[in-house]
């Protein structure tokens, strides 16, 4: 399968001062034409920061990115100038943000903000940009009529889909979503990951879906990153990770869900707290909390092992079977 | 059967806003015994933090009954409310907002010992903070650290002692565990359950996220709109759910198995406006069972199997 | 009680740590140092005294003799902006505290307690608010009568409406913040609450306007001076003498410059001072 956004060794850090937050180290990470790619992990794990990267609208200073590529479409997306990458942004990859109360400018009616995407990238003109604005809300499920009402007017999840509808209004080929559903009730959540779903079928676009919640990821994800300390730890298809998740972390995570169709008297925790950003332990970042660590862990850092053509985690144990030690 | 230590009855709250009355929490009976916890679940804007605010009456209650061991503390004079806080406590959502930037960590729990046990003295208090500190798990070379310094898991702990140190026997949880990371989501609720076991207290515990809520209550209550809708014991909820709302709602938590089959119940449109809301079931514009009788009346509550319910649809079932 | 002495004693030694890094804010310390020795020390610095004219000697540039040059009785610039250190600093800091403590409890209360006791201060500080300050502070002082105290006064008042109106919109949003409802939880009273919790987070906007204020606080006397409500020449202060020299612009520029140039500087030292403190206070800040 010829790659269509491949991150090799990407390396980002933000400076303060003498301070220097390591918060991307040595990503490595591909996803495939129409793919639908879960990037999953604890706060300050990096996932904002990639996704960021990817588009190039990392606030620099304080980010810097010191070292590997973003290959888009054979294109090295930190090579090519201001201008290009601008007609790229919107047009090839389009970005949903958290929260759709600030994404959204309060003074423009929702018509106005989608029309205004429509016309930085095609060439129409604004009546007909207008008649496209109206297509894709009712694409997303929204009455055409309510195009020149503003954001104020609509409630939490409906402004939602008010930006799918803006990231979506010029077909790009890739969509990251960060978090898109994180600031919604749950039955709110619901009608947007089936939105979600409808749109993944009908425009086939590539998508990266940060989150932090695993169920979500089951749910609409062809493959998974599981992303710890700024690097992706494991990877696979959601069949595998989910059946037989292999490095120890991703195990703690799916062990720390309390479950709702089980009855658990409690919970199993990962021992101590995610590593400081300034300062990652040596050899593999988890070691510190990890109960398989052995002495090659605390110096060497662990490379891929593959467990099947697509499934790989970064851990000197992952042929080992799964041991319980509770 | 233990005795009810929290009664609540017909607790009503209303804020007057430029459109109207908001019927924040409108007509909510509940009692919790001793040593168990309740969990309140509900979407935003339901009314659940509300209720619990008004319980310790950070928001005066419009109407109704809040009877504590069978007194009814909202008839409490603010000098005897003062006492009662030493027994009910709260520990807040937001672990950033709800610590004071300018504090130390010692200074934070401290300050609930600095209102309520004035003749103390420093040393004391600081053994007493210090001990409080081991108890949730605070490393004792933070109490000189500011909150800003902390991670979000340290910080709610900080919550949980300032809460505890003065020895209640009733705690309102209001979503303490929704800003957290599911890894220290885990170890808080571990901690919660554990210190519940210990000291022997009384938990609320409001939340937004039904598979928290239903790892560590004894009963859930369901609230849709300042009504609650359904309450039961939390097997029977999950299980058995009979209002509607708790069927849709339990159908949307995403589970995290990509083979399971989703039956899911999509919820049409949004929560209506609790301002002014139409009579009858509240429920009934997202409702796919509404019948015509549900814009008439509003449902009572009224036991069904292990349930209590509020719908109309369950009338027939009713034992 | 060794125990809570000690922590104090370190929060406020971290503080001053913390002031000492900025450089820039102990270089306003230090300028605001000079200031206040000079004030204290002027009969020794001052080459002569402020009211000493010398007709013969009138209008003279800036030379050996008298290195800021002489105004129009012929009196020595440099000894007056020296005197009048004495008289611009207290006015300065004096009404700005007056309309800090004054402003900021209003302010306070009117934010925290909101309702009516939150419309009543607001109007009553709308309507001194509608009248231009300079034209305020000369009604108070002609009211009082002339003279240094009533010219504080007079001046501090004048922007009692400027510190409400700030506390007021910070206090209105820490306060529903939910460490205010912390405190009320376990029983604070709303007096420590406002206190301990409260204002210590509004102390930023309070000290970047101080600051500006004291600036105000020296200009507004001085056109209470000029109109004869404030000091009664021949005593020296700087935006009298400013006003005075304004006559002059054109052809003895110098006498404009130099206390014009006091005013300034005093002013700048306090804004990077202000600044510093600000960020010294605030323990988000700490490395």
Redesign the interface.
């Known amino acids: 399968m010829k790659d269509f956004l491949r991150i090799d060794g990407l390396t980002v850090e933000y400076r303060s ?1 003498n301070r220097r937050v390591h918060a991307v180290n040595e990503l490595d990470l591909q996803v495939g034409e129409g793919e639908v790619l879960g990037f999953v992990g ?2 300050g794990a990096g996932k904002t920061t990639t996704a960021l990267s990817i588009l190039r609208i990392l606030p620099d200073p304080p980010a810097k990115v010191l070292g590997g590529k973003v290959i888009f479409k054979d294109r090295d997306i930190f090579q090519l100038s201001e201008r290009e990458m601008r007609a790229i942004r919107g047009e090839e990859i389009a970005m949903i943000f958290q929260d759709p109360m600030t994404s959204l400018d309060p003074v423009k009616t929702v018509g106005d903000q989608i029309c205004e995407m429509i016309l930085l990238h095609q060439h129409c003109s604004r009546k007909e940009a207008w008649q496209k604005a109206g297509d894709m809300l009712e694409t997303v499920g929204i009455d055409r009529e309510r195009a020149s009402e503003y954001p104020h007017q609509f ?1 939490g ?2 402004k939602q889909r008010v930006v799918i509808a803006i990231a979506l209004s010029c077909k790009p080929a890739l969509l990251i979503a960060d978090e898109p559903t994180t600031a919604l ?7 947007i ?2 939105l979600m779903k409808e749109l993944k079928k009908e425009y086939q676009s590539s998508m990266i879906l940060i989150t ?8 609409i994800c062809d493959n998974v990153a599981i992303m710890y300390a700024g690097g992706v730890v494991e990877y696979g298809n ?2 595998d990770i ?1 059946k037989d998740p292999r490095h120890p972390y991703t195990q ?10 089980r ?2 008297d ?5 021992t101590g ?2 590593p400081d950003p300034t300062d990652i332990p040596s050899g593999c970042p988890f070691h510190p909390r990890c109960p398989h660590c052995t002495e090659r862990c605390k110096t060497e850092k662990p490379e891929a092992v593959y467990l099947n053509e697509t499934h790989w985690a970064k851990c000197f144990h992952a042929r080992e079977g799964r041991n319980d030690n509770g | 059967m233990g005795e009810p230590l929290l009664e609540v009855r017909h607790l009503k709250k209303y804020f007057p806003t430029k459109k109207g009355l908001l019927y924040a929490v409108d007509d909510v009976s509940f009692s919790i015994e001793e040593g168990k916890t309740l969990g309140l679940v509900g979407e935003s804007g339901c009314g659940k933090s509300t209720t619990g605010r008004v319980i310790l009456r950070l928001h005066e209650a419009t109407g109704g009954e809040v009877l504590y061991r069978g007194k009814n503390i909202l008839e409490l004079s603010s000098r005897e409310m003062r006492e009662m806080r030493k027994k009910m406590q709260i520990v807040f959502q937001d672990p950033y907002s709800s610590l004071n930037p300018r504090l130390s960590v010692k200074g934070l729990i401290e300050e609930s010992l600095l209102q309520q046990s004035r003749g103390m003295s420093s040393a004391e208090r600081e053994k007493k903070v210090l001990e409080i500190m081991d108890m949730v798990g605070l490393e004792r070379r933070l109490a000189h650290s500011y909150p800003h310094e902390l991670d979000g898991g340290r910080r709610q702990r900080i919550g949980i002692a300032r809460a505890l140190i003065l020895e209640p026997e009733f705690v309102v949880l209001d979503e303490p565990v929704s800003a957290l990371d599911v890894c220290v989501q885990a170890q808080i609720l571990n901690l919660l359950m554990d210190l519940q076991k210990e000291l022997k207290l009384t938990y609320l515990f409001i939340s937004h996220n039904l598979s928290v809520v239903k790892h560590i209550s004894d009963q859930i209550a369901v609230m849709y709109l300042g009504k609650l809708v359904e309450m039961a014991d939390h097997e029977t909820i999950f299980n058995a759910p009979q209002h509607p709302y708790t069927k849709a709602l339990l159908s949307a938590i995403p589970i995290p198995d990509p083979t399971a089959q989703t039956d899911r119940i999509i919820l049409e449109g949004d929560v209506t406006s609790p301002i002014n809301p139409p009579p009858g079931c509240r429920f009934r514009s997202r409702c796919r069972w509404a019948m015509p009788e549900c814009a008439q009346c509003a449902p009572e509550l009224m036991q069904v199997g292990n349930s209590t319910v509020a719908c109309h649809l369950c009338r027939g079932e009713q034992k | 009680m060794k125990q809570t002495k000690e922590k104090r004693y370190s929060f406020a030694k971290e503080t001053i740590a913390r002031l000492l890094k900025n450089k820039l804010a102990v270089f306003g310390m230090l300028v605001l140092c000079v200031l206040v020795l000079t004030a204290v020390f002027a009969d020794h610095i001052a080459p002569y005294a402020y009211d000493e004219m010398d007709l013969l000697n009138a209008y003279q540039s800036p030379n050996s003799e008298h290195i800021f040059g002489t105004d129009e009785f012929g009196r020595d610039i440099f000894s007056r902006v020296v005197y009048g250190s004495r008289i611009s600093l207290k006015v300065g800091f004096i009404a700005v505290g007056i309309s800090v403590v004054a402003g900021g409890l209003l302010g306070a209360v009117a934010g925290y307690y909101g309702g009516w006791t939150d419309n009543l201060i607001m109007r009553a500080m709308d309507v001194i608010m509608s009248i231009p300050a300079t034209l305020l502070a000369i009604s108070i002082a002609a009211a009082l009568g002339a003279g240094l105290t009533n010219l504080m006064i007079a001046t501090g008042i004048a922007s009692i409406p400027t510190y409400a109106r700030i506390v007021r919109a910070s206090v209105l949003g820490i306060k529903e913040q939910e460490f205010v409802e912390a405190a009320r939880a376990v029983g604070t009273r709303d007096f420590t609450i406002l206190c301990k919790h409260i204002l210590p987070n509004c102390l930023a906007p309070i000290i970047v306007q101080a600051t500006l204020g004291v600036a105000f606080a020296i200009l507004t006397a001085a056109g209470l001076s000029f109109i004869g409500l404030g000091i009664e020449p021949p005593t020296p202060e700087w935006g009298a003498m400013l006003s005075n020299a304004r006559t002059y612009i054109r052809d003895y520029s110098y006498m404009c410059l130099f206390p014009g140039l006091a005013i300034a500087i005093t002013i700048f030292s306090l804004n990077v001072l202000g600044d510093g403190l600000r960020d010294a206070l605030d323990p988000k800040l700490r490395q």
């Open positions: 001062g604890e706060t409630s999840g409906m009730d749950v039955t709110i959540q619901a009608q990951l089936e932090h919640d695993l169920g979500i990821v089951a749910e959601v069949y989910y703690a995570l799916f062990d720390s869900i309390p479950d709702v169709h009855i658990q409690r919970l199993k925790v990962i707290l995610p």
